[in-house]
Nanobody, 125 residues
Framework: QVQLVESGGGLVQAGGSLRLSCAIS????????VGWFRQAPGKEREILAG????????FYADSVKGRFTISRDNARNTAYLQMNSLKPEDTAVYYC??????????????????WGQGTQVTVSS
């Protein structure tokens, strides 16, 4: 069973940056594509970015394109979400997730089977 742990959330002013990390504690990290999601109060969970198992391809939702960058280091069993130019509307609980298998479609929310516990990001105006 795959277990994921997010870290790096916190409080930041608008225009600031944060880097979230997603570490795998069980499983072989390079077997899975990784995605980052968020859920704000009263809203549905949305996929923000995804990256293939090798790191060779990635995609971004329009809401974060040009501001957020997803990456991974398979040697360190960790994925990252670098968030720049943060806005108050980015306030949410952020989750990382791993695909069901190596070739799961990293662009599709339904491909993700394993989830971290989430980390809160709050952006003040």
């Amino acid at each position: 069973q795959v277990q994921l742990v997010e870290s790096g959330g916190g409080l930041v002013q608008a225009g600031g940056s944060l880097r979230l990390s997603c570490a795998i504690s069980k499983g072989t990290f390079s077997n899975y594509p990784v995605g980052w999601f968020r859920q704000a109060p009263g809203k549905e969970r949305e996929i923000l970015a995804g990256i293939t198992w090798s790191g060779g391809s990635s995609f971004y939702a329009d809401s974060v394109k040009g501001r957020f960058t997803i990456s991974r280091d398979n040697a360190r069993n960790t994925a990252y979400l670098q968030m720049n130019s943060l806005k108050p509307e980015d306030t949410a609980v952020y989750y990382c997730a791993a695909g069901a298998h190596r070739y799961s479609d990293y662009r599709e929310s339904r491909s993700y089977a394993y989830w971290g516990q989430g980390t809160q990001v709050t952006v003040s105006s």
